[in-house]
């Protein structure tokens, strides 16, 4: 059965930082891209950054691009995402995405074939 649970969200006030991590259950990481999605009230889902399964490259939407980092342990099954200079817009339930793609790019604008339950990220003062 395949797995994928999230940690280590929370509450922080602007400009700080958070490392989000994904534990995998189920399935190996050197067969899976993995990405982070996320979704804030009102909004929809976008995919923020993912990382190939193939060769390690990443993709960041543009929006987090330079404040973000997402980091895969292969040996430990587990994709993390380091959350620096936090912003108010970034406050939204975070998702952990496992897709049959080798590109990155394509899994953070695909549907995702298997999900976990997301954790809650407030950035607020």
């Known amino acids: 059965q395949v797995q994928l649970v999230e940690s280590g969200g929370g509450l922080v006030q602007p400009g700080g930082s958070l490392r989000l991590s994904c534990a995998v259950s189920?399935?190996?990481?050197?067969?899976?891209?993995i990405g982070w999605f996320r979704q804030a009230p009102g909004k929809e889902r976008e995919g923020i950054s993912c990382i190939s399964s193939m060769d390690g490259s990443t993709y960041y939407r543009d929006s987090v691009k330079g404040r973000f980092t997402i980091s895969r342990d292969n040996a430990k099954n587990t994709v993390s995402l380091q959350m620096n200079s936090l912003k108010p817009e970034d406050t939204a339930v975070y998702y952990c995405?496992?897709?049959?793609?080798?590109?990155?790019?394509?899994?953070?604008w695909g549907s995702g074939e298997y999900w976990g339950k997301g954790t809650l990220v407030t950035v607020s003062s």
């Open positions: 189920g399935l190996a990481l050197d067969s899976y891209t």
């Open positions: 995405v496992a897709d049959r793609t080798n590109y990155a790019d394509y899994a953070c």
